[in-house]
């Protein structure tokens, strides 16, 4: 995959002049998940990508809610703030807007981004500011013990759901292209290969990345995803989605355009899974080119300058009615 | 008969008469001197009330005149015509004096329908003079205003001077020759008046005429209909023989230099531009609108060519966050609110504390609680401000005292804010907001300078001599931390909500270090006071026995009030609050060397609560909590009476 | 249109025993719009629906957030609560979960539903909360002046954006689809039949109905839907949606299946509106059965006490580990 | 060589040597009296130790004792096994007499890794215990807890009576029949533990065999390993030459009637269930997980066959804004969360109090500011408790002050909530939530019952005659509003968040109508301090000079504290305040009555500040915000020194 840097999510972001590895991305502190966690996959998987991105270690921010997931940040040597539940996009969002040479990363999870910060998650993305998010959705909220979340499946008996859930759950794909998302993808914390792939493209896609992350959470939801990871099931329930290529699920056959700027049909993609799994899409569902909100913010900063020039402090405060006493 | 319409503390100057050369067939008249006068433009919502009033005002500030203006209008966009919950009204204190408030009741009301008679006349005084405008004097409209009568006729108003005259039918005649609907004619009436009260007054009308030239320029047919009216006005009030006298209001003698007429919310939106100019930091303004604070979120959004970002966020929580996101990149982050979204904000400004990062939070505070009256005025967020947050987060308080002072409390609070890492909440409010009075221009070169001192480089040896970044390093002095942004090469560091250690920063459960970090954070608020002036007590002949404490929009009326016992004679001493978190060093000194502290406040005694408690002074509260200012008759009426106790 | 109301969304709703008429459902406050804003048709509608609903007047609450349409309920004399801003739906929620024998109603704006409110909106429709919620799209901020909202066309030029508007809007019916409406449909505040019908089938319909309803704001936002409303354009933009019948769009053409268990081709519909208003679809998009949160709720405190009988305190209180002290 | 273990301040009370039927081939073992203990059980966040705690707990209530109980977990899930910030711990105090606190330093330590004996180990007083399995005592696991040296054999540990078993080893040779896998085997490893130390303690074992089976009735593997580790534990517990006598604490004489163990959250869920009960209101919780809290959530969803009904909702404004939906329609309704959540509630708090309809607002207090130590407890939300909310919004705030407490503290809260239309703060703490004590079961026939008094009927009679319902019509004591909920015919109205006209509640804009309906709703929360008992000052001998005054969780240290200070023959006074708004009547009166009064806060000084404000009184502060409760013997030193000092 080649990137045309200039035009994509990392335009105005430093390059590194020297090489850096995977272990100039790791921090000081000791990982505390869970044993078995499916975040210590995907912290690996970003851990070994960061260095092949080949930007300037310390442009490079994550920016995290609460949960589990959102403990990422603190694991990577790179610029990083763990905010508060369900803000992470909010707070990205001015961090981006302000600061282009920045590359901004939100970690959330599916109770951080979709129950708390379900707004904010939309806005960002019907905004389309340049950002890449990482949803782990592993259908339950870790940190607090295993309550069910806006992801997990009907009926499901959680501490707080002894008599199971009756919430139907979001689709996080379809709710994406509801909002307006530029690119929408999913991925699975097993398949680093994939995983690599999706966040490729994702982080040079300039506007909001959607990343759905299927994460094993073996402490309060273990195996949720064991199906599409067991070597003779996996194959035939995954959908691979990969623009321009073909994709066949059951009798039907289509080439797969994720860069139609109609998103009906990656949202009837983002259907094919009706809760049972039999057939579920990984890979990018869309990926088109939309202005960036914060690109078209600094535009309207220079043009305001180019036409006007910079502003003058005395001049703005004496406005046109200013008078004069002796 | 005039003087009497004048009649509410007021010195008579000359009364002399001035011939002028004949317009229009007018005869001369007579001009008389006052030294001060309040009047009040009322009408329907969609009368255009607030441009006729900001227009007098800048004819009366352009002219030299001190000012005050108080704006009043509706919740409603435009509730229903001719009702009286869509009365909106403007009114403008002026004089040869330096003045202090809108004025507590108006000598003259210009009523432009029955509702806005109704609305207001209860607020004048025996004597008062009356423009009204007689159009909608009928059946249908006074009993919508819930008259029964007409009180033109029914001797209701004979306590006032009354002019009474079919101003929308003068207007209509005035600009018939442009061909505008009936509608469209009648709606010029507010220029009509307004060219007709420039005249009583004197007022200088070239700023008018440019405005309604600028402001219409593409609707060459409104733009000349309402200079139409506006000139016609002028000429029916010279001509007219309603009116015997014109008058005239010296200017006020003031400090030497340039100045402007300015509302709070211009004022505070201008400080924040000069404080990021004087810092270097871009400005990144997050905000969700809401009355009375979205006009800074309007106004900073014209001002793309000082780098300022605003963005409109999807809510107030949206809004400080992507603001304290904007700091954390080294913007100067602001958000700006009322109320209602200071609570939704709580949770985001704990945050800042934690991470000790700067951020500016603006509540032009309104009436409450929950939406409570949007369009009035209030001080009561001042507890919320300092404890609506979990666990103990300190924060920094600074209120502005008049419309002019936004700009320099605006200005203060970027500075604490950037020097010390901390939110500061910046508390106005509606009176404050939409208020205005003229402004001495400050000289931009001296206003002070804001230094972000960025970390650069690693500030900590390792015992094996490695060089690292620890974040939450402090300053000796001012106990501020280590601020590295984002793009520093070497100084990469995480930082987030959860407790973290002295230092380095790292997550920490530790239970010393947490006592430690939650006692630091308050000390670093407390050190604030090493760097603001002391308590000024205006205590002009250093013997009065009762002090007015205040804090923001009250310094007015206080003030007025003050100036008026001393007038009788009386002692009293003066101080204002611009700190609130933390207080002058100095304050529980003064407040002990006076018998008597009176706490006057816009809500139910909360910074009575706080000196209370902090220096233990039995402080005599005296609350308002009307969304309405105070006037300065009544504040008077209180500090004479606690005086009057004092003694006795 | 006949219901059958034992399965519908008035099921456990007492009937009015006397007539009542639009005169019943006028309370005594003054209406407080501007001259000629839209939301005076929506009421007058409303006003002339209710009595034909024929529910007992005192059973039904109009709940609101903040805006100029939220003063709706003041102006009906059922129970009523003007509440906060944005969080209409979450006490509606509350409401409508507690008490089956009301018929809830939520009305709400642009800013207030799709801004502030975003979030309880789409979680309201994915549980399917038994409610029926009023969106009156001005595409504008009303009650504060004319800022722009979530629905205002790109590049809009408001009070807040003088240099227009850098945001992309939502489709608020497409963010419905994507958070799992039930139902969802569209009309004009000026086509009182039309509104008329749709209010009959969204409050009828049991679980979460989604009302879109363009609505004109003389003072800030006039004329935002002019061209639907127009005499000699209106019929050539307008795409009138029933279930069942033909609907033809260019050269396209297709039966109209609201009841699709898929929510693809609806989602597809909403996309026919690429912004220019050349083809705007009105009616219901999407009207299926699904249980509804409250019910199930209700139904699992049934089942519980079925099981084991009302609870009891005092052997609440002493659990399984109690002992006697003398 | 025992005695000293067991040293801190506790009474020998005999030594006998009880015969005991021979199992197994232990030999008979000398059986000691103790008074009390302190026992800490530390392990592994996945090593159980929790549940080894609970049922440590449960045998020893049943056993009569009195006892308090203090878990400790970390903020992590599962952090990586052997590390310290995995070390999950639970400790217990239990004696034959009345006691208040689970105890400063553990007596007994039961440590079951490296990681938890470094984490504990610092908590000890010479001469305690140490019981610890020596089977992760090998080098990468000492490494990972950072010791450099095996404290086993360094020496580091010869102040303590150390006691090293391979626990892990014996449990799985213990459970060798049943074919684990090797680690699940291991993991029988807390009940082997417990076996144990029910032996050592002589503890009835009965109802952990019984919860045992319960618990894993659906894995007979799992349930038959845990149960044979138990048993294993206790027959290791006798046979072991180790240990060579075992200990016996008589039951605490207690009040007759019939007792269970219970936590505070459990306690605060069953007192909201019998508010429910008692008002005949259905309870409605809206809640969003959160830590400390979630547990009432959990607690609640399990009982639906009193009508309770849970929603866990998508925020935490969600979740109070369906509770205020619920209590609109005549549930009652009821938040729960932790800090945090407060100040995303505020917004709606203040609405409830505009539209002044019953609501319940849990706030189990975490450490803050921000996220905090979301798994430690302290007690600074009192003032966001007070005026976390815009405008003047006053609420009732209650504070249970023990575990068992919590019931009547809900129930209380539940009570002011409807009888005065108001939302009620009711603030619990980490500590309460997760502690235990044996709880004396209500009468539940005698509980109090709780009046809705809704408005079935119009209230009101217009000057016509017509009758009309005035939804802000007060009763003359309580000022509470008439409340009419959806579905009574004939008395439809609309409320909302803007400022009503008093009487009718219709949209009111008034200025003198405002004063009114502020004062008005902080009057109605001042009247509610006359339906609450006067405070009452525990002074033994009346004649103490020195009041400490607490509130909240404190109860216990500062009961315990004073009662040492007693015991050394010094006066002092207790007082505890179940109502922080409004204050118990007589609390100036009290406060007055003392030379000193001293108020300890887990918080740098919240009731020290309101009381301050309100009375004048210059109370003393002591505060630590460590994220743990106070232990007794350090309150015991302050109230010494200060009594000292009030004498010198
Ligand atoms: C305002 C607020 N509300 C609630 C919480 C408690 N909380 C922390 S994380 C979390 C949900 C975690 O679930 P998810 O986002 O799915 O992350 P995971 O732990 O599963 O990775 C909750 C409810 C909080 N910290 N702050
Ligand atoms: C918490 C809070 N934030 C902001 C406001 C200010 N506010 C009131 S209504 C409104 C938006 C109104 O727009 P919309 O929902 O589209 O309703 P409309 O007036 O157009 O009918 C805003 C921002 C408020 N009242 N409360
Ligand atoms: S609780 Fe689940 S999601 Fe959280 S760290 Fe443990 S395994 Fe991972
Ligand atoms: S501002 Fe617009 S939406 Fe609001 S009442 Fe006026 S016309 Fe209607
Ligand atoms: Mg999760
Ligand atoms: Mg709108």
């Known amino acids: 995959m080649t990137t045309d840097v200039t035009l994509s999510g990392l335009r105005d972001m430093p390059m590194s002049e020297v090489e850096t590895s995977r272990k100039d991305f790791t921090s000081d502190q000791e990982v505390r998940w869970c044993p078995g966690c499916g975040d210590y996959i995907i912290l690996n998987a970003v851990q070994g990508f960061l260095p092949a991105l080949g930007l300037k270690r310390e442009n490079i921010v994550f920016v995290s809610g609460i949960g589990c997931s959102s403990r990422f940040p603190y694991y990577l040597d790179t610029f990083g703030m763990h905010s508060i539940h369900g803000r992470a996009p909010a707070i990205a969002t001015g961090l981006a807007t302000a600061r282009p040479d920045l590359n901004v990363w939100v970690v959330t999870g599916d109770g951080d981004a979709l129950s708390i910060g379900g707004n904010h998650l939309i806005h960002a993305m019907r905004r389309n500011v340049n950002l890449t998010i990482l949803l782990f959705n592993n259908r339950i909220y870790g940190l607090t013990k295993g309550q069910y979340s806006p992801t997990s499946e009907p009926g499901k008996i959680t501490k707080s759901t002894p008599a199971g859930s009756v919430d139907y759950p979001f689709n996080p794909i379809s709710l994406a292209l509801g909002a307006e998302a530029s690119f929408v993808a999913r991925t699975l914390d097993s398949d680093r290969a994939h995983l690599t792939e999706v966040l490729q493209a994702a982080v040079t896609h300039r506007g909001t990345s959607l990343i759905e992350i299927y994460q094993n959470c073996p402490i309060f939801n273990d195996g949720a995803f064991d199906v599409l990871k067991d070597k003779d099931q996996a194959e035939g329930r995954l959908v691979r989605l990969r623009h321009g290529e073909k994709v066949q699920v059951g009798d039907r056959e289509w080439v797969h355009d994720a860069h139609n700027d109609n998103p009906s049909q990656a949202f009837e993609i983002s259907r094919l899974d009706d809760a049972t799994m039999a057939h579920v899409p990984i890979g990018i569902f869309r990926q088109v080119e939309r202005p960036t909100y914060d690109d078209q913010v600094r535009e309207q900063v220079a043009q305001a300058r180019a036409q006007s020039g910079e502003g003058e402090l005395a001049a703005l405060l004496s406005g046109r009615d200013s008078w004069s006493v002796a | ?648």
């Open chain 2, 1 to 648: 008969m005039w003087p009497i319409c004048h009649n509410l503390r007021r010195r008579l100057e000359s009364t002399e008469a001035i011939m002028r050369p004949q317009e229009m067939g007018s005869v001369a008249k007579q001009v008389q001197q006052l030294d001060q006068v309040v009047i009040r433009f009322a009408g329907d919502s969609g009368d255009g009330m607030q441009l006729t009033g900001d227009r007098f005002t800048q004819e009366t500030a352009s002219f030299g005149n001190d000012l005050s203006t108080l704006p009043n209008f509706p919740a409603e966009i435009r509730a229903p015509a001719g009702t009286l919950p869509g009365v909106s009204s403007f009114q403008l204190h002026f004089a040869d004096h330096d003045i202090l408030t809108p004025g507590d009741t108006p000598h003259v009301l210009v009523a432009m329908n029955p509702a806005a008679l109704r609305a207001n006349v209860a607020d004048l005084e025996a004597g008062a003079t009356i423009i009204v405008d007689t159009h909608d004097f009928t059946g249908r409209n006074l009993t919508r205003a819930g008259y029964a009568e007409n009180p033109l006729e029914d001797g209701s108003l004979d306590r006032f001077h009354v002019h009474a005259f079919d101003l929308t039918g003068l207007t209509v005649a005035s600009v018939k020759q442009f061909g505008l609907s009936r509608k469209d004619a009648a709606r010029a009436k507010n220029m009509f008046s307004l060219g007709m009260l420039s005249w009583l007054y004197g007022r200088p009308v070239d700023s008018t005429r440019s405005f309604l030239e600028q402001r219409f320029a593409n609707a060459p047919d409104i733009r000349d209909a309402n200079l139409a009216a506006f000139n016609a006005g002028w000429n029916f009030g010279e001509t007219t023989e309603g009116f015997a006298v014109s008058y005239q209001i010296k200017p006020a003698p003031m400090r030497s230099g340039r100045y402007r007429n300015i509302t709070g919310n211009l004022a505070l939106s201008y400080g924040l531009v000069a404080a990021s100019v004087r810092s270097g930091l871009p400005l990144f303004l997050g905000a969700y609108p809401i009355t009375p604070a979205s006009d800074i979120l309007h106004e900073l959004s014209k001002h793309k060519r000082f780098g300022v970002v605003t963005f409109q966020a999807e809510d107030e929580i949206a809004g400080i966050g992507a603001a304290l996101g904007a700091s954390y990149g080294g913007s100067l982050g602001v958000t700006t609110t009322s109320g209602p979204g200071i609570s939704l904000k709580s949770e985001t400004v704990g945050l800042a504390v934690s991470l000790e990062l700067p951020l500016v939070v603006v509540d032009v505070q309104r009436g409450g609680p929950s939406t409570g009256l949007p369009t009035k005025t209030e001080q009561a967020d001042l507890l919320q401000a300092m404890f609506g947050r979990n666990g103990e987060a300190p924060v920094a308080i600074v209120a502005p005292q008049s419309p002019g002072d936004c700009f320099d409390a605006a200005l203060e609070a970027a500075r604490i804010a950037v020097t010390y890492r901390t939110p500061v909440l910046l508390l106005s409010d509606g009176y404050l907001a939409n208020g205005s009075e003229p402004w001495l221009l400050p000289d931009v070169e001296t206003l002070a300078t804001i230094e972000p001192n960025f970390a650069d480089k690693p500030n900590h040896e390792t015992e094996t001599g490695d060089h690292s970044f620890w974040p939450y390093q402090r300053d000796p002095q001012t106990l501020a931390r280590a601020w590295a942004i984002p793009g520093t090469p070497g100084l990469e560091h995480r930082i987030g909500g959860l407790e973290k250690a002295d230092g380095h920063g790292n997550i920490s459960y530790e239970p010393a270090n947490h006592d430690l970090m939650v006692r630091t954070r308050q000390a670093k608020i407390d050190r604030i006071a090493d760097t603001i002036p002391a308590l000024e007590v205006d205590d002009p002949h250093g013997d009065a026995a009762m002090l007015i404490l205040g804090w923001g929009s009250t310094y007015g009326p206080i003030g007025s009030a003050c100036r008026r016992l001393r007038q009788q004679g009386m002692q009293v001493a003066q101080a204002h609050l611009r700190h609130l978190n933390p207080f002058p060093s100095n304050l529980g000194e003064v407040l002990r060397a006076y018998d008597t502290v009176v706490v006057p406040e816009m809500n139910l005694g909360q910074l009575s609560l706080l000196v209370r408690a902090k220096y233990l002074v039995d402080v005599v509260s005296y609350n308002q909590v009307r969304g309405q200012p105070f006037s300065a008759s009544e504040l008077e009426d209180v500090f004479t009476t606690t005086l009057k106790e004092m003694h006795s």
